[in-house]
């Protein structure tokens, strides 16, 4: 079955700008994750939605970011006046349920370069 | 939190030589380990897990055994193949449900 997807793939924008990254999970999971992966940070958790209950917005960096899913599905990760330093690559994955940590599935990833 | 310590790389070695990457946690309890690989180009992916004391993760070849006695889960391949190129991260997760917290990422190059 299809896997994670992402878009787009990459995305060039000019400092100040706003930028929606999109991702699609798997059908029915119930739990998506965003995770940025940057030069000098490594991987870092992001956001956590599950099922209907309210997101784990903790990781987020700063109060430009935000993010939504719809009905369940579909997440939207939205920068807002995006900065250099907000350059990195944007990975979603999804999994099953709460309880399955170890079924976290990636998607490809969008390489956000802020210019 | 819980969290990972990996060796840096790169890592560079010959086809057929023995690969171990080191990771250590730190952590309250014993919690799940994960090993992700990246391959050039490509999303994370799942390599191997374990979740409990003692327990050991295969898969593709690479072993991980969870030692709760010096708290590491080394992965370890007798004899890479090039194909085994990609970087590899250390993984668990935090205290809160849903986040894995990695390590930095361990590159490894295998030359012919």
């Known amino acids: 079955g299809a896997g994670v997807s992402q878009s787009p793939s990459n995305k060039v924008t000019e400092k100040g700008k706003d930028v929606e990254l999109r991702c699609d999970p798997i059908?029915?999971?119930?739990?998506l994750y965003w995770y940025r992966q940057s030069l000098g940070q490594g991987l870092e958790f992001l956001i956590y939605?599950?099922?209907?209950?309210?997101?784990?917005k903790s990781g987020l960096p700063s109060d430009r970011f935000s993010a939504e899913r719809t009905g369940g599905s579909v997440s939207t990760l939205t920068i807002q006046r995006t900065q250099q330093e907000d350059s990195a690559v944007y990975l979603c994955?999804?999994?099953?349920?709460?309880?399955?940590?170890?079924?976290?599935?990636f998607g490809p990833g969008t390489r956000l370069t802020v210019t | 939190g819980n969290s990972v310590t990996q060796m840096e790389g790169p890592v560079t070695l010959s086809e057929e030589a023995f690969l171990t990457i080191n990771c250590t946690y730190t952590?309250?309890?014993?919690?799940?380990l994960f090993w992700y690989v990246q391959y050039p180009g490509e999303g994370l992916q799942l390599l191997l897990k374990?979740?409990?004391?003692?327990d050991k993760g295969s898969n593709k070849g690479f072993e991980a055994t969870y030692r709760k006695e010096t708290t590491s889960f080394h992965l370890e391949k007798g004899s890479v193949q090039v194909s085994d190129s990609a970087v590899y991260f250390c993984?668990?997760?935090?205290?809160?449900?849903?986040?894995?917290?990695f390590g930095a990422g361990t590159q490894v190059v295998v030359t012919p």
């Open positions: 994955a999804s999994s099953p349920s709460r309880q399955s940590l170890d079924e976290q599935y």
């Open positions: 059908s029915g999971h119930t739990a």
């Open positions: 939605f599950q099922g209907n209950s309210a997101p784990d």
């Open positions: 952590a309250t309890g014993y919690p799940s």
């Open positions: 374990a979740t409990k004391a003692d």
């Open positions: 993984a668990s997760p935090s205290d809160s449900w849903g986040k894995l917290q």
